[in-house]
């Protein structure tokens, strides 16, 4: 990570987990701007006079000082950034940053720095935080976050025959990454329908600049099927199921 002369070094990261360890310690799960996903221990956090404690609350933006480690980094010091208290207000918002902050966890692993990926992950929070639509706000998150990581699926032509989608009610194909016309059923029977609605909006936050896409209202009916098809893509692409999706739904 550094020059190894310096058994220190700094970064800025967001804390996605935590893990509780011995009678006083915690092992928590950090994504970085420098370094991508980091894990490190914050020792005697659990014990009342710890002054880290504070800084290192559930998708926090920290400033970290760490000092490495023989199996894990240690953090020396830590200086939240941003604590998003409007969001911490409230149950929902709290669920949908759970949600933005455990997708990320599942789909990355300790591969180094990915500034673009970090700065979504950052820029999502913000959003919530600031009071943006919670659910364009994380569609667009969900959508951008699968760009980001090399599965963005194919919605201009059918990814069977190479056509241009009409206007009209598709299927989408999770094993083959697209969207499949009628006629092209065959190639995975197993497709999900999709209507002209959904597939428009999902265009739209694809292909949208984030200011293009702010302001955007979908339909009620719209959003619960969108919602649906992109928490059944993302799972098929984890090949398990989350959890948060489940305490999104309880509070809502």
């Known amino acids: 990570m ?49 002054r880290k404690a504070g800084h290192l609350e559930p998708f926090s933006r ?35 940053a759970a949600y933005v902050v455990e997708l990320l966890d599942r789909f990355t692993y300790e591969e180094g720095e990915n500034r673009p990926l970090y700065n979504l992950l950052v820029n999502t929070l913000a959003r919530l935080d600031e009071g943006s639509p919670p659910q364009t706000t994380v569609h667009y998150y969900e959508v951008q976050l699968m760009d980001l990581l090399g599965f963005k699926p194919q919605l201009q032509v059918c ?3 190479g056509e ?6 598709q299927f989408f194909s999770a094993k083959l990454g697209g969207v499949l016309c009628p006629k092209s059923l065959s190639a995975d029977p197993g497709a999900w329908k999709v ?6 909006y999902w265009r739209h936050l694809q292909r949208s600049s984030w200011n293009k896409v702010k302001n955007l209202e979908i339909p009620q009916e ?9 928490e059944r893509y993302l799972t098929y692409l984890l090949e398990y199921g989350l959890r948060t999706p489940g305490f999104l739904k309880a509070v809502s």
């Not at 953090?75 to 941003?82: E, F, G, K, L, T």
């Not at 241009?164 to 009610?169: A, F, M, T």
């Open 159 to 161: 990814v069977a025959c």
């Open 164 to 169: 241009n989608i009409k206007p009209e009610d």
């Open 2 to 50: 550094t020059s190894q002369d310096s058994r220190s070094y700094r970064a800025q990261g967001v804390v996605l987990r935590h893990m509780e360890y011995g009678e006083a310690d915690r092992i928590l799960s950090f994504y970085t701007l420098e370094y991508g996903k980091v894990q490190a221990i914050a020792k005697g956090i659990r014990k009342m006079r710890s």
């Open 222 to 230: 719209v959003e619960l099927e969108l919602a649906s098809l992109l």
């Open 195 to 200: 209507s002209l609605g959904a597939l428009k």
């Open 62 to 96: 920290v400033e970290l000082m760490l000092a490495r480690g023989r199996n894990l980094d240690v953090i020396s010091q830590a200086d939240a950034q941003s604590t998003y208290e409007n969001l911490r207000a409230d149950l929902k918002l709290i669920a949908y």
